[in-house]
């Protein structure tokens, strides 16, 4: 069956409990799991307008705050699936184009599923960034499993 699952997270409640579905799973069935985080860059969040141009931002500690917020989501999990004897590794990458980095994840460390929740964002920001689980469904050759 499966060896090497990736589980999905973007920091939503919905993503965050496929990622608890993912340690089941690859706990059941004896499968290594790999957690990835895709956060935007910078100049994508600009471009939107999430940063109005009389905002002042500073780029370095905006990266800096976004990282770390994405090490500490990904390194719950983690702990989450230590403590259910799940072998979990993580991978971090900014990028403005998620659906490709998350497919190129799974691609690069051997995955032979992908798990996902059916959306991440709320309907403002899935206005603006798109579904990416749409993206992956639609892209990737690897099987997808969605929860919602």
């Known amino acids: 069956m499966y060896r090497h699952i990736l589980a999905s997270i973007d920091g939503s409640e919905l993503s965050l409990r496929a990622g608890a579905r993912a340690i089941a799973l690859a ?20 471009d939107k307008g999430y940063f109005p141009p009389t905002m002042d931002v500073d780029r370095g500690l905006w990266e800096q705050g976004i990282a770390g917020r994405a090490r500490a989501i990904l390194g719950r999990l983690e702990a989450q699936a230590a403590a259910e004897g799940v072998i ?4 971090l990458v900014v990028d403005d184009d998620p659906y490709h980095s998350i497919i190129g ?3 690069a460390n051997g995955c032979d599923l992908i798990v996902m929740g059916s959306h991440g964002y709320g309907r403002v920001k899935q206005w603006f960034l798109g579904s990416q689980t749409t993206q992956v469904l ?4 690897i099987p997808v499993l969605v929860f919602r």
């Open 138 to 141: 639609s892209h990737s050759t």
């Open 27 to 46: 706990g059941a069935l004896n499968a290594r799991l790999s957690a990835v985080m895709v956060c935007p860059t910078f100049q994508q969040l600009a």
């Open 105 to 107: 994840a799974a691609q």
């Open 88 to 91: 979990c590794g993580t991978i």
